[in-house]
């Protein structure tokens, strides 16, 4: 059977041979990818690398790859919310499983390591600020993946938020993987993240419009399922762990927490926290 030709308007690549938004050709990208929200950040993980062979920016996007450990890695940044995931997955799947030359899909695929280097908020008062922790799970507030096809997993918390919440649409709930998870030490936290659509209402943040849900930290907070209890808010990591399943390759959100929402703290030091789950990533995965 012929195979499937991806259309120029579908799969958009530049006249440099580059893909859309990312600006990136296949040979620029290492399989070991670590992503950041915020563009400044790319730089301040590049800084920890033995050798950095390529740097490129577009728009929110950019990227630094070089080695580490003997180890050929890339430090990406997304900006924010899982809209841009859904164009980051996309892109990164596509220059390693699409022949780019003759737009169709490789018959054999490669699967990336993708490790998010990320801020969040607790909503326990056990995870104070300053720590870090490793999504298990996460659970998506946005509607991204009713565009997609179903996920397969069990998505008991999500209904669980569904029915407390009385929200009108179903969250979507995916998890790690279990081959990176494994990777981890005794100063990660594990927990259940819940990916939110916007920082603030959604967040259950009130500045100067009213949230349509009244206490929704201690409702969300107070949910437990099989052991597991929802443990921190940010905005990427239902939508990585979703695509990542779909497309097939092996993700892990990690989470600097700077703000702890019961207690009303932020974090003082946020920018060491950071720095310290930074090396951290680094270190367990290049090691
Ligand atoms: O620090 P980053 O990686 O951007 O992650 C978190 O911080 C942003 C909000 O301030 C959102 O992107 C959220 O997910
Ligand atoms: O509370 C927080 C902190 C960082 N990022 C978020 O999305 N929420």
């Keep these: 059977m012929e195979k ?34 915020d563009p400044d950040r790319v730089a301040l993980v590049s800084q920890y690398f033995d050798q950095i062979d390529f740097k490129i920016q577009k728009r929110e996007f950019i990227t630094h790859t070089g080695w580490k450990n003997g180890k050929r890695i890339t430090v990406l940044s997304t900006g924010m919310g899982t809209d841009n995931i859904e164009i980051l997955m996309t892109e990164l799947d596509a220059l390693v499983n699409v022949d780019l030359e003759t737009r169709q899909i490789k018959s054999s695929k490669t699967s990336l390591d993708i490790i998010r280097i990320g801020t969040s908020g607790s909503m326990q008062t056990d995870i104070p600020v300053g720590s870090l922790l490793a999504s298990e799970l996460g659970i998506g507030m946005d509607t991204l993946m009713a565009y997609y096809p179903e996920l397969s997993g069990d998505q008991g918390l999500a ?39 916007g920082f603030y209402a959604p967040q259950g943040r009130e500045v100067r419009l009213k949230p349509k849900f009244d206490n929704m930290i201690e409702r969300l907070s107070s949910i ?57 990533a680094l270190d367990l995965f290049t090691a």
């Design 4 to 37: 499937r030709r991806i259309p120029e308007s579908e799969l958009i690549i530049n006249g440099d041979g580059s893909i859309y938004h990312l600006h990136l050709k296949p040979e620029h990208l290492a399989s070991t990818v670590f992503t950041v929200g």
């Design 159 to 197: 209904l669980a938020i569904q029915k407390e919440l009385g929200l009108s649409f179903l969250p979507y709930q995916a998890s790690a993987s279990s081959q990176l998870l494994a990777k981890l030490d005794q100063e990660i936290l594990t927990g259940v993240t819940l990916t939110c659509p």
């Design 224 to 280: 437990q399922i099989g052991g597991k209890r929802v443990t921190n808010f940010e905005m990427e990591t239902a939508g990585y762990y979703a695509l990542g399943e779909l497309l097939g390759h092996r993700m892990l959100s990690l989470n600097a927490i700077v703000a702890n929402r019961p207690l009303k703290k932020f974090d003082t030091e946020a920018e060491k926290t950071v720095d310290k789950l930074i090396r951290k």
